[in-house]
Nanobody, 128 residues
Framework: QLQLVESGGGLVQPGGSLRLSCAAS????????IGWFRQAPGKEREGVSCFSSRDDITYYADSVKGRFTISRDNAKNTVYLQMNSLKPEDTAVYYC?????????????????????WGQGTQVTVSS
């Protein structure tokens, strides 16, 4: 059974850092594109980053570019989202999602409707 499990969320002060993990089971990450999304209260779920192994594309939304870094550990079948210089507006539930045989766009934010498998989400709160 294909499963994604996020972890690493929490409460952090503005300017701080967190590293989110997305552990995959039931499938091999290298065959899938992984997207990171977030949803703040009352807002639509938005894509912030994407990584596709088939073509080694990494994409970041403008809102997180230069602050967030996506990476992958094949041995652990896990994708990470390193979040630095966090701002209060980064507060949201963060989700990872997967879709097979997919290439990330290099010009557009990830679209939630294009992803088939989702984790349960992890809360990130940036507040002093």
């Amino acid at each position: 059974q294909l499963q994604l499990v996020e972890s690493g969320g929490g409460l952090v002060q503005p300017g701080g850092s967190l590293r989110l993990s997305c552990a995959a089971s039931g499938f091999t990450l290298r065959d899938y594109a992984i997207g990171w999304f977030r949803q703040a209260p009352g807002k639509e779920r938005e894509g912030v980053s994407c990584f596709s192994s088939r073509d080694d594309i990494t994409y970041y939304a403008d809102s997180v570019k230069g602050r967030f870094t996506i990476s992958r550990d094949n041995a652990k079948n896990t994708v990470y989202l390193q979040m630095n210089s966090l701002k209060p507006e980064d507060t949201a539930v963060y989700y990872c999602a997967a879709v097979r045989f997919y290439s990330c766009s290099v010009v557009a934010d990830p679209k939630k409707d294009e992803y088939d498998y989702w984790g349960q989400g992890t809360q990130v709160t940036v507040s002093s």
